[in-house]
């Protein structure tokens, strides 16, 4: 009998498609296949190679629509973000086409004149990827699109919950003429599939966006073969509005930062720290913004907060707002569920908290879901320490117009992504990736592209 993951409508609980899993020996032909492919795939001229991806581009964004009501209907994102999430994708294949006339080598000059040196870039080979429910095409597209610009060929296996937008997503490269083993996606569950990728010795990277938890495993058993690893893990990010912020826009950007995808991203706020001098005026606009928003099935028009994934993140929310309550927050707006656990859908309705403490759950652990906790600061220096006292350091956000505060702010945020009056600082061409447990290396930019390169240095004597 065939394995198969049962892929479900997060906002209905329907069976959307049932998909095949493989074998172990599937799985590692495929990596054997990727292995041999790396042989030409890095002997393409680049030029060849950017216009593949460039294709690929074009091919996704022809298919734009279908492929976004089909993430909307494994993933539960209102349509409208999924729709971004194409454009998202479509740009780091872009921004990595043309990356890919752009790795550069150099010339050192040598201390005697009988010598030369030269230093190359070469593709590291094999990269295997494992990506996430909560951006299903894009976080394939910037591990892949720098991949195959660099010459690596590329594996994938996407997350079990969101597997076919991933998978026409990279159909789409076969369409274009990417060759079928140069990019590859496999079925199985994430554990066994990582030790596969691990266990490998054809298998160059690992390259992995999810949970601290399971990154940290991957990298301990990548360290058997001396793989190299980009890890993207979790955060939880302080959002910090200074006394002389512009309230109105910090409200509107909080919005867009703390309810993007429901509140499912590594990148939305986690705490609102607001300034105990402008504390009501904030929170008055925000609660005022947040009772706009909709909740529902994200294939209707005007939804903006769709499902959240699954049980166990429904369940994780609702004991952080418990929590929270217990120990004496205030609900200002939200605390409502509509959930069926035998249906199988679960909506948590955006619930702002306010009297929060650090006492509280969902002042140290990743939410994950549309709830935005408030508490206040007296001052910038309290705030730093607040923001700064978690484990995590992916992505910090902060609203002053005072430059000193801002560059204060700047310097001792110990984060990799900062947005200064701007709750959307992600972007293709910008380095993405955090500190301290959220992770190693960045994604995006034109540090995106380095980690799939082997840096080879040449000194040639006797001249
Ligand atoms: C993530 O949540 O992992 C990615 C979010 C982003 O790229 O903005």
């Given amino acids: 009998m065939v394995d198969v993951i049962q892929v479900t409508n997060p ?5 959307v498609a049932e998909v095949n899993i493989q074998s172990d020996e599937e799985i590692k032909e495929a990596i054997n296949r990727g292995h041999h492919a790396f042989q030409t795939w890095s002997k393409i001229d680049a030029h060849e190679r950017s216009r593949l991806i460039r294709a690929w581009s074009a091919k996704v964004q022809e298919h734009k629509e279908e492929l976004a009501k089909l993430m909307t209907l494994e993933n539960g994102k209102p349509l409208n973000e999924a729709r971004g999430e194409i454009d998202y994708s479509t740009d780091y294949l872009d921004w990595y086409a043309e990356e890919a006339k752009r790795i550069y080598g150099r010339t050192i000059p040598a201390n005697t004149g009988t010598k030369r040196i030269i230093v190359t870039k070469e593709p590291i080979g094999l990269v295997a990827a494992i990506t996430p429910w909560n951006f299903p095409t894009a976080m394939m597209a910037r591990k892949a699109a720098p991949a195959l610009a660099a010459g690596c060929t590329f594996i994938v296996k996407p997350a079990s919950e969101t597997p076919l937008s991933g998978m026409k997503f990279i159909d789409y490269a076969h369409e274009v003429g990417i060759p079928k083993d140069v990019i590859q996606y496999v079925m199985g569950q994430g554990k066994a599939v990582g030790e596969i990728f691990t266990e490998s ?4 990277k690992i390259t992995f966006t999810g949970s601290t938890a399971v990154g940290k495993q991957l990298i301990k058993n990548s360290s058997d073969k001396i793989q ?3 890890m993207e893990l979790g955060g939880h990010a ?3 509005v200074a006394e002389d912020a512009d309230v109105e826009m910090a409200a509107q950007q909080t919005i867009a930062t703390k309810f993007r995808n429901a509140g499912q991203t590594c990148v939305c706020a986690n705490r609102i720290l607001v300034h105990e001098n402008v504390l009501e005026e904030f929170t008055e606009k925000f609660v005022a913004e947040v009772k706009k928003l909709e909740v529902g099935n994200g294939l209707e028009e005007g939804v903006d907060i769709g499902p959240i994934i699954n049980e166990k993140g429904y369940n994780k929310i609702v004991s952080q707002i418990e929590d929270a309550i217990s120990k004496g927050a205030e609900v200002l707006v939200g ?9 199988g ?12 403490t650090t006492e509280m759950m969902i002042m140290h652990e990743e939410t994950f879901g549309p709830v935005a906790p408030i508490i206040s600061f007296k001052t910038i220096e309290e705030a730093v320490e607040l923001a700064n006292g978690t484990p995590y350091g992916l992505a910090a956000y902060f609203f002053t117009n005072d430059y000193r505060v801002g560059h204060y702010l700047h310097e001792h945020l110990k984060f990799g992504i900062i947005g200064w009056n701007d709750g959307g600082p992600s972007a ?9 447990a959220s992770g190693l290396g960045r994604e995006g930019g034109i540090e995106g592209i380095e980690p799939y390169l082997e840096t080879k240095y040449l000194s040639i004597g006797g001249l």
């Fill in 238 to 240: 302080p959002l910090i």
């Fill in 428 to 436: 293709a061409h910008a380095p993405f990736g955090g500190m301290k």
């Fill in 228 to 230: 190299h690893v980009t």
């Fill in 11 to 15: 906002a209905t609980g329907e069976r």
């Fill in 201 to 204: 010795e054809f298998v160059r």
């Fill in 345 to 356: 859908y679960f909506f948590v309705y955006p619930t702002v908290l306010k009297n929060v």
């Fill in 335 to 343: 605390s409502q569920f509509q959930s069926d656990m035998e249906k």
